[in-house]
């Protein structure tokens, strides 16, 4: 039996889920416009255990979103999990920020693109296959009326950022899943899981969140 706490601080959702084998037993979040991490994030944690009966010595493994996302949101998230990892004497998992998007999908057939707001017609993005399964990386892109031509089957946008993706994505392929909008700690429980079963830690002392900081670099005038 194993107890992994799931941290997802990526975007504006501060969320926290405790999940038993992969399933999860208790989810808190808040998304809140003004990012709400630093003042939420630790409150959940301690509800959640309390709620549940766990703890923190019960726990296996802390599981943290590791971005692409908010710059200060991953700080907090990847800070609060290195120090409980460091305190209780276990193991720190890393999860892809856009897999727990898209594991929010459940519709049959087609691709699924989960898409992170950056900033005018950017945003961070990867594809996946019905299944789940990363068949595209992560990418920091522009989006423009060609993105995606290479694609005929259908493609279900989930993310922050639908509503500018609309103005440019128009062709009948894309659909847009409005009600889909953070990735959630409920959605790391199977994915945490399957990491802690096949030993794929993170050294606790060097991890850092994957920001591609490269998308921000600016050439001089």
Do not use: W
């Amino acid at each position: 039996m194993a107890y992994i706490l799931n941290i997802e601080t990526a975007t504006k959702n501060c969320s926290v889920s405790l999940a038993k084998d992969g399933q999860t037993v208790l989810c808190k979040e808040i998304a809140e416009q003004g990012y709400s991490h630093a003042e939420k994030l630790h409150v959940f944690i301690e509800e959640i255990l309390k709620e549940s009966g766990i703890d923190f010595r019960e726990l296996k493994a802390i599981a943290v979103s590791k971005g692409p996302g908010s710059y200060t949101g991953l700080r907090i998230g990847v800070s609060t999990a290195k120090g409980l990892c460091y305190a209780l004497g276990i193991p720190l998992i890393a999860v892809d920020t856009l897999a727990v998007l898209a594991q929010k999908v459940t519709q049959k057939g087609g691709l699924i693109v989960p898409m992170i707001d950056a900033r005018r017609m950017e945003v961070y993005s990867a594809v996946f296959d019905a299944n789940h399964q990363k068949i595209m990386e992560v990418q920091a892109e522009v989006l423009t009326e060609n993105s995606y031509a290479e694609i005929a089957e259908t493609i279900y946008i989930i993310g922050d950022c639908q509503e500018k993706c609309q103005t440019v994505l128009t062709q009948d392929k894309f659909v847009f899943l409005s009600e889909i909008v953070f990735p959630s700690a409920n959605e790391m429980s199977p994915i945490s899981f399957e990491k802690f079963n096949k030993n794929a830690f993170e050294d606790v002392a060097y991890f850092e969140p994957f920001y591609l900081k490269d998308f921000m670099l600016t050439k001089k005038a």
